[in-house]
């Protein structure tokens, strides 16, 4: 009998665990005001490739991959921690739709800042 006592309390717990854990997990509400109308939601154009920044000591790599059926221009912009030391911004590079590009700059000494632009072609 007391087996069966511990083992429904200990039943009990986990289940009253796991329900507040659910409850505390957020969730997305959306408002009637928030909701975009379906005219608007087609007009949208989505564009920009995703990129991946790596940071290995003063080198710099980027991996910018283009989801979408319009071309994106690329730039790499790094800024260097160092006040002697050069900032690099590279050329443009296309990452046409389903392309993957491969960016690369570096400082002489530590890297303070990286960022990727995007510009649509002309």
Sequence with gaps: MRLSLRTASVSLAV???L???YEAVPHARVT???RVP???RDSADPFGAACRIRVTGSKVTAHCH???PETDRVSLHV???RWWDIDTDSSPVEAGPAQTVRLTGRCW???GDVWISHRRES
């Design 15 to 17: 289940a009253l665990v």
């Design 19 to 21: 329900t507040l854990a």
């Design 32 to 34: 009637a005001d928030e």
């Design 38 to 40: 379906a005219d608007e």
């Design 66 to 68: 283009n989801p979408y």
């Design 79 to 81: 800024e260097c921690a």
């Design 109 to 111: 000494k530590e890297v």
